[in-house]
């Protein structure tokens, strides 16, 4: 392989590319597409776990009308309770008024204490809430009331458990204990996994997806411009060709990766700490090889580049669909594919401290195989094609 | 016409991109109907597969029940271990998230150790958390359960009916005595008898409730809060919009591809006039994507329950209009398929924004989306007053897009280039027809008025990086940001007038530009306002007198230095912008 030859291709080929506007505003729109998936997965842990956000946010304080019907004096463990929880009461006149007060929005929900509501007696209570299920503070306010009713429960029963001579009843001790300091800013598991086990493989897989489309344009824009055929018939090898045409694309899907990497640990949004770099590299490096030479290899076998961007595009689909929207009758296949493209594996090493490299093995042997075996189709592809354009 | 459709129809892409288009509208639109009715039911929605996710070491009593627990639990991975030291150092090496010592007998504790700094180790938490939660409940339940038995069968001498049935009756009283009854305001209700103390104003509403809801205590339940019906369509609606997409696409590759094989200027040659070749492009493109749209809606529309399919294919073709529409306009513009290819995705990422985004929106404010209407008559709602004003915007929308791609089609410097820029553009429109004050007065209030639209968009698309990198000065940068563009954009119907105007002139044109952005944003804003149902008098007083005369100032500073030349331009546009940044950072302030 002669150096030379490699770094005059890798060198045109990179200018090639930083030349094309179409890429810039593609990375931009990358740079888009990467925030939004990060706040995508914020406001998921969000819905999935409003008391989440409820109790991360003691501040908020949530305005809610008071129908008190009860007629009772020694009510007041409910109401002190949800003081408790920063909700702000104010005393409605009618049922009729406050359900219209939440309906426009000027109350974020309404709390009934109906007749008969008594905390003295012995009987079952019931607390009513009316919440606009439409308006975005709704799961929030849900979550707040639960957690205050949550704990008027909690001494309503004691105190009523007491009666029973059952006071002070425990039940399956735990003696707990937490070690280190949080490496994600939300404590859900809902948010974990999604960003562990989503969000994060989506963001890292996104620059090798760019690099095929940038390689799958590459031997077909030299068939286009005529230009393929001072190259075959100059005295570079076609492994030289092979390559320089990979090399600039797989620096700046380097480039990319530790881009995102560097946002994904610090950023006002919800940073996430992304653990065995080296290794992760490692491994999407195998991963964009493999996507490159294919693209390259398509870029071989078509004759116009929007032909090589449709089969570029089957190629992509048919592999990241499975992967990430999980078909449920496809568990086999989606399987492979997510080994192949990496999610689980992804997921598995920027989740964790300490990994042992030895249980991914299987994987970076086939990820290993795959992208030799594909670089090795490219240069016989590559040697197939005709020194001069035929005609 | 018929020569497109025969180019279209032999396309070997075409054809691949048509079987691909169906493959995967048959896949995801079940697909997205069933994680719908999943989203409904409360099911796990989340397509990750955290099998084995969070690995747990355990040692101490073997075949414990709480192991066992554990071990069901798929996203956990449960190793047993031989000694705590043997875990202890699987945890600090980070091997395990959580370590677990199950003690000898059930009344010691069990010792749980969890790394924090292990992020596996939230789920792993979460999963104990929560077998913790049940054997606790479970136990009192037992507690109770024995103690009411008990005290049953000692304080009553005569036979008991049913105690088991009291028991249960009892135990909630002890175990979880008060009950909270979650209620939508449509259709809540008191409990029975309570109604007519509380407000008889309510009644009429309350009868509706109260055939749905129980017989005794609260009505209306709001505990289901997914609508997985409403979902299904919107995702119907989106596979409807595949075929659409793939049209325009067909449509901006139709002429790119004409401008980089030069056969345009063959085809222009042609006595055919050019309204004509474009709009044969144009309606092959449509009918090929409408044919494909209605034939998914008839397949598909069965098994999402589609009730009203003639007012939904309506719609459908409305919407397919203005794809269509927007997407000849960029063809004309794009001078090749690379430049097309970006273009076209960013118009797919607006459309879809545009489309998708209002329709989870409440209210009217739904409305916004041309979607709107297409996914309501599918529920069976009958049409109202926004569905046809809607339906006659987007028609005009389309209307004007197919109007402004003739007329560029029509000039040769767009089609063969060098292609002019937007503001060359509009001066050549203007030009020659602007002779009046009158008619300067109106361009300059159009164009003030049109300023709100990018006032709106750029604003919206550096708002979430200048958060994410900066934080809360994030959202200070972007309200700043918010300000440039205003006062750039504001003027810009004096940009195109000729020169030669007095001072006088053009500081009155300014502050009919700034008066009627102005009119717009304040508009904007109390709908923005209604919309979200926090409607205050006093604000709008204050907005409504305010912003028009710093606007109505700020332009004219604007344009003042606009006929001064470069420098004057450019210190003019930045004390506006920063006076402006300065009141938009107050009025911030003064709202949080």
Same mark, same amino acid.
């Given at each position: 392989?002669?150096?030379?030859?490699?770094?005059?291709?890798?060198?045109?080929?990179?200018?090639?590319?930083?030349?094309?506007?179409?890429?810039?505003?593609?990375?931009?729109?990358?740079?888009?597409?990467?925030?939004?998936?990060?706040?995508?997965?914020?406001?998921?842990?969000?819905?999935?776990?409003?008391?989440?956000?409820?109790?991360?946010?003691?501040?908020?304080?949530?305005?809610?009308?008071?129908?008190?019907?009860?007629?009772?004096?020694?009510?007041?463990? $409910?109401?002190?309770?949800?003081?408790?929880?920063?909700?702000?009461?104010?005393?409605?006149?009618?049922?009729?008024?406050?359900?219209?007060?939440?309906?426009?929005?000027?109350?974020? *929900? *309404?709390?009934?204490?109906?007749?008969?509501?008594?905390?003295?007696?012995?009987?079952?209570?019931?607390?009513?809430?009316?919440?606009?299920?439409?308006?975005?503070?709704?799961?929030?306010?849900?979550?707040?009331?639960?957690?205050?009713?949550?704990?008027?429960?909690?001494?309503?029963?004691?105190?009523?458990?007491?009666?029973?001579?059952?006071?002070?009843?425990? @039940?399956?001790?735990?003696?707990?204990?937490?070690?280190?300091?949080?490496?994600?800013?939300?404590?859900?598991?809902?948010? $974990?996994?999604?960003?562990?086990?989503?969000?994060?493989?989506?963001?890292?897989?996104?620059?090798?997806?760019?690099?095929?489309?940038?390689?799958?344009?590459?031997?077909?824009?030299?068939?286009?411009?005529?230009?393929?055929?001072?190259?075959?018939?100059?005295?570079?090898?076609?492994?030289?060709?092979?390559?320089?045409?990979?090399?600039?694309?797989?620096?700046?899907?380097?480039?990319?990766?530790?881009?995102?990497?560097?946002?994904?640990?610090?950023?006002?949004?919800?940073?996430?700490?992304?653990?065995?770099?080296?290794?992760?590299?490692?491994?999407?490096?195998?991963?964009?090889?493999?996507?490159?030479?294919?693209?390259?290899?398509? @870029?071989?076998?078509?004759?116009?580049?929007?032909?090589?961007?449709?089969?570029?595009?089957?190629?992509?689909?048919?592999?990241?669909?499975?992967?990430?929207?999980?078909?449920?009758?496809?568990?086999?296949?989606?399987?492979?594919?997510?080994?192949?493209?990496?999610?689980?594996?992804?997921?598995?090493?920027?989740?964790?401290?300490?990994?042992?490299?030895?249980?991914?093995?299987?994987?970076?042997?086939?990820?290993?195989?795959?992208?030799?075996?594909?670089?090795?189709?490219?240069?016989?592809?590559?040697?197939?094609?005709?020194?001069?354009?035929?005609? | 016409?018929?020569?497109?459709?025969?180019?279209?129809?032999?396309?070997?892409?075409?054809?691949?991109?048509?079987?691909?288009?169906?493959?995967?509208?048959?896949?995801?639109?079940?697909?997205?109907?069933?994680?719908?009715?999943?989203?409904?039911?409360?099911?796990?929605?989340?397509?990750?597969?955290?099998?084995?996710?969070?690995?747990?070491?355990?040692?101490?009593?073997?075949?414990?029940?709480?192991?066992?627990?554990?071990?069901?639990?798929?996203?956990?991975?449960?190793?047993?271990?031989?000694?705590? =030291?043997?875990?202890?150092?699987?945890?600090?090496?980070?091997?395990?998230?959580?370590?677990?010592?199950?003690?000898?007998?059930?009344?010691?504790?069990?010792?749980?150790?969890?790394?924090?700094?292990?992020?596996?180790?939230?789920?792993? #938490?979460?999963?104990?958390?929560?077998?913790?939660?049940?054997?606790?409940?479970?136990?009192?339940?037992?507690?109770?359960?024995?103690?009411?038995?008990?005290?049953?069968?000692?304080?009553?001498?005569?036979?008991?009916?049913?105690?088991?049935?009291?028991?249960?009756?009892?135990?909630?009283?002890?175990?979880?005595?008060? =009950?909270?009854?979650?209620?939508?305001?449509?259709?809540?209700?008191?409990?029975?008898?309570?109604?007519?103390?509380?407000?008889?104003?309510?009644?009429?509403?309350? @009868?509706?409730?109260?055939?749905?809801?129980?017989?005794?205590?609260?009505?209306?339940?709001?505990?289901?809060?997914?609508?997985?019906?409403?979902?299904?369509?919107?995702?119907?609606?989106?596979?409807?919009?595949?075929?659409?997409?793939?049209?325009?696409?067909?449509?901006?590759?139709?002429?790119?591809?004409?401008?980089?094989?030069?056969?345009?200027?063959?085809?222009?040659?042609?006595?055919?006039?050019?309204? #004509?070749?474009?709009?044969?492009?144009?309606?092959?493109?449509?009918?090929?994507?409408?044919?494909?749209?209605?034939?998914?809606?008839?397949?598909?529309?069965?098994?999402?329950?589609?009730?009203?399919?003639?007012?939904?294919?309506?719609?459908?073709?409305?919407?397919?209009?203005?794809?269509?529409?927007?997407?000849?306009?960029?063809?004309?513009?794009?001078?090749?398929?690379?430049?097309?290819?970006?273009?076209?995705?960013?118009?797919?990422?607006?459309?879809?924004?545009?489309?998708?985004?209002?329709?989870?929106?409440?209210?009217?404010?739904?409305?916004?989306?041309?979607?709107?209407?297409?996914?309501?008559?599918?529920?069976?709602?009958?049409?109202?007053?926004?569905?046809?004003?809607?339906?006659?915007?987007?028609?005009?929308?389309?209307?004007?897009?197919?109007?402004?791609?003739?007329?560029?089609?029509?000039?040769?410097?767009?089609?063969?280039?060098?292609?002019?820029?937007?503001?060359?553009?509009?001066?050549?429109?203007?030009? *020659?027809?602007?002779?009046?004050?009158?008619?300067?007065?109106?361009?300059?209030?159009?164009?003030?008025?049109?300023?709100?639209?990018?006032?709106?968009?750029?604003?919206?698309?550096?708002?979430?990086?200048?958060?994410?990198?900066? *934080?809360?000065?994030?959202?200070?940068?972007?309200?700043?940001?918010?300000?440039?563009?205003?006062?750039?954009?504001?003027?810009?119907?004096?940009?195109?007038?000729?020169?030669?105007?007095?001072?006088?002139?053009?500081?009155?044109?300014?502050?009919?530009?700034?008066?009627?952005?102005?009119?717009?944003?304040?508009?904007?804003?109390?709908?923005?306002?209604?919309?979200?149902?926090?409607?205050?008098?006093?604000?709008?007083?204050?907005?409504?007198?305010?912003?028009?005369?710093?606007?109505?100032?700020?332009?004219?500073?604007?344009?003042?230095?606009?006929?001064?030349?470069?420098?004057?331009?450019?210190?003019?546009?930045?004390?506006?912008?920063?006076?402006?940044?300065?009141?938009?950072?107050?009025?911030?302030?003064?709202?949080?």
């Amino acid at each position: 392989m002669g150096f030379r030859a490699v770094r005059a291709i890798a060198t045109k080929e990179l200018a090639d590319v930083l030349s094309e506007k179409v890429y810039w505003l593609a990375f931009l729109l990358e740079l888009m597409i990467v925030l939004g998936v990060i706040l995508l997965g914020i406001a998921f842990a969000a819905i999935m776990n409003p008391a989440e956000v409820a109790s991360n946010s003691p501040n908020m304080q949530v305005t809610v009308g008071l129908l008190d019907l009860s007629n009772s004096s020694s009510n007041g463990l $409910v109401l002190g309770c949800l003081r408790e929880e920063n909700i702000r009461l104010l005393t409605a006149r009618s049922f009729g008024g406050l359900r219209e007060e939440v309906q426009k929005g000027t109350l974020m *929900g *309404g709390i009934v204490l109906p007749q008969g509501y008594d905390e003295g007696g012995t009987g079952r209570l019931e607390v009513g809430l009316v919440v606009d299920e439409s308006k975005l503070y709704a799961s929030v306010i849900r979550a707040k009331v639960e957690a205050a009713i949550g704990r008027a429960n909690a001494e309503v029963s004691e105190r009523r458990l007491g009666m029973l001579g059952l006071g002070n009843v425990t @039940s399956f001790p735990v003696a707990e204990s937490f070690i280190g300091k949080s490496a994600v800013p939300v404590g859900s598991a809902d948010f $974990v996994e999604a960003m562990y086990l989503m969000v994060v493989p989506l963001i890292l897989v996104f620059p090798i997806l760019l690099s095929a489309n940038m390689t799958a344009d590459s031997i077909v824009g030299e068939k286009e411009m005529g230009t393929l055929g001072i190259l075959v018939a100059s005295p570079v090898s076609r492994l030289d060709i092979v390559v320089g045409k990979i090399l600039p694309v797989m620096g700046l899907a380097n480039l990319q990766f530790l881009a995102w990497l560097l946002l994904l640990e610090n950023n006002a949004l919800g940073s996430v700490r992304v653990f065995n770099k080296l290794p992760l590299l490692g491994l999407l490096n195998l991963g964009a090889l493999s996507f490159v030479g294919a693209g390259l290899l398509i @870029s071989a076998w078509s004759r116009s580049s929007k032909e090589s961007n449709l089969y570029l595009t089957l190629l992509i689909a048919s592999s990241v669909f499975p992967v990430f929207v999980g078909l449920p009758r496809m568990g086999a296949l989606a399987s492979i594919l997510e080994d192949l493209f990496l999610v689980r594996v992804i997921g598995s090493l920027c989740s964790a401290p300490g990994i042992r490299l030895p249980t991914f093995a299987p994987q970076l042997l086939l990820l290993f195989a795959l992208a030799l075996g594909i670089l090795a189709a490219c240069v016989r592809s590559i040697s197939r094609l005709e020194p001069l354009p035929s005609g | 016409m018929r020569f497109e459709l025969e180019a279209i129809a032999g396309d070997r892409r075409f054809a691949l991109g048509l079987v691909l288009q169906v493959a995967i509208v048959a896949l995801l639109v079940p697909l997205l109907i069933d994680y719908a009715e999943k989203l409904g039911s409360g099911g796990d929605v989340l397509a990750t597969r955290a099998d084995g996710f969070a690995p747990v070491a355990v040692w101490g009593r073997g075949n414990s029940s709480l192991e066992k627990a554990l071990s069901e639990e798929s996203r956990v991975r449960l190793d047993r271990v031989a000694s705590e =030291d043997e875990a202890r150092k699987g945890l600090q090496s980070g091997r395990y998230c959580m370590i677990l010592g199950v003690p000898p007998s059930p009344q010691q504790n069990v010792l749980v150790i969890v790394n924090r700094g292990d992020p596996r180790s939230i789920s792993a #938490w979460e999963a104990f958390h929560l077998i913790c939660e049940a054997y606790r409940v479970t136990y009192r339940e037992s507690l109770v359960r024995n103690a009411l038995v008990g005290r049953l069968r000692n304080g009553s001498t005569a036979a008991i009916e049913d105690p088991a049935g009291q028991v249960e009756l009892l135990l909630d009283s002890y175990l979880e005595p008060i =009950d909270l009854r979650i209620m939508s305001p449509e259709t809540a209700r008191l409990p029975d008898g309570e109604s007519t103390r509380a407000g008889n104003e309510s009644a009429s509403t309350n @009868s509706q409730g109260a055939a749905a809801g129980p017989s005794n205590g609260f009505g209306g339940d709001a505990d289901n809060p997914g609508d997985s019906g409403f979902l299904s369509l919107v995702f119907l609606a989106f596979g409807l919009c595949f075929p659409l997409f793939s049209g325009s696409g067909m449509m901006v590759e139709s002429i790119t591809c004409e401008k980089e094989r030069r056969t345009l200027e063959a085809v222009l040659a042609s006595p055919t006039s050019r309204i #004509w070749i474009l709009l044969g492009k144009c309606v092959s493109a449509f009918l090929v994507s409408a044919v494909q749209s209605l034939a998914l809606l008839l397949i598909l529309g069965g098994a999402a329950g589609v009730r009203n399919v003639p007012a939904v294919a309506f719609c459908l073709l409305v919407a397919g209009m203005a794809v269509l529409s927007s997407a000849t306009l960029v063809s004309v513009l794009c001078k090749g398929s690379k430049e097309a290819s970006l273009a076209i995705t960013i118009l797919y990422v607006l459309i879809f924004v545009l489309f998708f985004g209002p329709l989870m929106l409440p209210g009217r404010l739904a409305f916004i989306s041309p979607l709107t209407p297409m996914v309501r008559f599918a529920a069976g709602e009958p049409a109202e007053s926004a569905t046809a004003l809607v339906l006659l915007c987007t028609v005009l929308f389309s209307g004007l897009c197919v109007a402004v791609s003739l007329a560029l089609f029509s000039r040769d410097d767009v089609v063969f280039g060098p292609r002019p820029s937007l503001r060359g553009l509009l001066t050549d429109v203007v030009s *020659g027809r602007i002779r009046t004050f009158r008619s300067r007065a109106v361009l300059v209030c159009t164009m003030g008025a049109l300023a709100s639209l990018p006032a709106i968009l750029f604003p919206s698309l550096f708002v979430l990086p200048s958060i994410a990198f900066l *934080g809360r000065w994030g959202f200070v940068a972007a309200i700043v940001f918010a300000a440039l563009v205003e006062e750039y954009f504001k003027p810009y119907g004096v940009y195109l007038l000729p020169t030669g105007l007095t001072s006088r002139e053009v500081l009155v044109l300014g502050g009919i530009a700034g008066l009627s952005f102005s009119l717009i944003e304040n508009l904007l804003f109390t709908l923005a306002l209604l919309g979200s149902g926090a409607l205050q008098g006093s604000l709008l007083l204050v907005r409504y007198l305010l912003a028009p005369m710093m606007h109505v100032g700020l332009t004219m500073i604007v344009v003042a230095g606009y006929s001064r030349g470069r420098y004057a331009r450019y210190l003019a546009l930045s004390a506006a912008s920063s006076i402006h940044g300065l009141y938009n950072l107050a009025a911030a302030l003064v709202v949080m």
